[in-house]
Every structure is written in structure tokens, then in C-alpha cells.
């Protein structure tokens, strides 16, 4: 598939399609987790790089169940046979990573972090309260924006050797994981197409997006980080490792790169996630874990 990607316009209830986007796979996966001897700082051994990355595991589960229900709400209004089906493909793949994510959070407690406490804050902040503030087609966009965004991070894990060093189950969980939030990109988008569709509502989505994943993730890198030294780490001096370490260093600019890019990406008034060229990406990691076809 090339840049000019075939996107039909999008009529209400009709599905643009793009040539090229794969049939989405429901993958059950069950990671051993408790049987790896999973290690507390299981990212490159570094306390932060492991906080930061925790952290957005924690993201995760609640987040991908208010994307399924943003997609719900609208469900009934979308008749295209092809775009139903995505949808209910994107449900099964969004239920399974909350659902892996959720059972590598009881590794997290037997290390002895307080998961359960961020979880509480987290999900009464931001599906209790704010997602009630927000009308359903802005819920949505802010959906889409977020799927574009960890599309995104996918490209990035799946483009970098940087998860090398990681714990490998953890490697593997966050492949997979990269894989499949690729191979569903499109689906909000396209049901926000075939809905609403007003760029000021995508724009603010876009917007929302940002600023609530970006308070999120820093929030539970914190508590994290808060955590470790309950446990007896010397912040200060990973604090320095980190610093002075060129790889993470070198992660640190891509991830920054990677998401100004996705953000410029998404501004462009015709932009569809189809026009980024990664299904193939993500079908030659599934190939090589012999998962393509589920
Ligand atoms: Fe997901
Ligand atoms: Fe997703």
C-alpha cells in the first residue's frame, strides 16, 4: 500500500476503506508472567525506565474499555457490514490486552507495588468524572486520537530494537500488543468518519488526548517512582544511571520525535490512519510469532 492510500469519502454510516488493511485477529495470548521470574527493574534494569513503562501498563486496561464503549455508543449507527465487523474485532483485541495487561499486574503487587491505590485515583479522574463531562462524539475523538496515538508507539516498538531490553515476556507482550494496535488503527477513526467527522471535534479530540494521557502516564511514573523507594531504591542514583545512559537517552528523543510526528500527522485536515504505511509491519511480527492468522 503506498500514500495515496484509497480512503473513500465517508458517507454517514458508510466505511471509508482503505486497499491493503488486514482482516483483524482475536489473539488470546496468556504470557507466563508469574512463571518468568520477572524482575522488579525489568527494563534495562533501570528503576525509571521500568517506572515509566509500568505506568502506562496501568493506562491500559480502563483506558481500552472506554474506547470500546466510545465505539458502543455509536454502534447502532453504522451499516456497513465490513466496518461491524472491524468493530466487533476491535472489541475482542482491546478486551484481551486490558486483560493480559490486568494479569501482569498481580507480578507488580508480589514485587510489592500498590497498584491498586493509582488504579482508584486514575479511573474515578478519569472515566467517573471527566468522561461524563464530555459529549459522545467528543469521547470518540479522543478515542481515535488515542488509537492514532498508540499506533504510534507500535510503529516505534515494532521499528526499534530498543525492547531487546526489555524482560523478553515483557518484550513480547508489548509486540503483540504494538502489532494488533496497528492492525485496528482505523477503526475509531473510521466510525468518527462515518458518524461526526468534523475536523474541529477531531482537532480537539486530538488535543484532549494529549493533554490527558500525557497528565496520566506522568502521574503513574510518579507513583511508581514513589514506590521505589518505599522499596529501598536509591533514586538519586538511578536518577543519574538514567541520565547518563546514551541508549535510554536515544529512546527518550525518538519517543519525543515520534510523537510530535504523530501529532503534525494528525493535524492534516485529509489525514486517514491508512495513509501511514505499517500494516506490514505489524504482519511480519505476527508471521514471525507464527500468530497471523489468530
Ligand atoms: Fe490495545
Ligand atoms: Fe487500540
Redesign the pocket.
Known sequence: MDGSSAVESSATGQAPRAEGAPRIKVRAMGFPFRESGIPRHWFMGSAHLTALSNALQLL?PAG?RFFIRSVKHYEGQITDPELKARIKAFYG??GR??HEHERFFKVLEEQGFDVKSFLAWYEELAYEKLEKRFSPAMRLSVTAALEHF?AAMGRNALTSDFLDQAHPILADLMRW?AA??IEHKSVAFDVFEAVDGRYPVRVAGLFLALVGLTRFWAEGTRHFLREEEKLGTDLRAAAKAARENPRLQEEKRRRGEMFRHAILEYLKPGFHPDDIDDYELARSYLESIGRLEG
Request: negative net charge; proline residues 0%; hydrophobic residues 10%.
Open positions: 491500559f481500552e483485541q482491546e490486552h486490558g498508540t500488543h494488533e494496535e
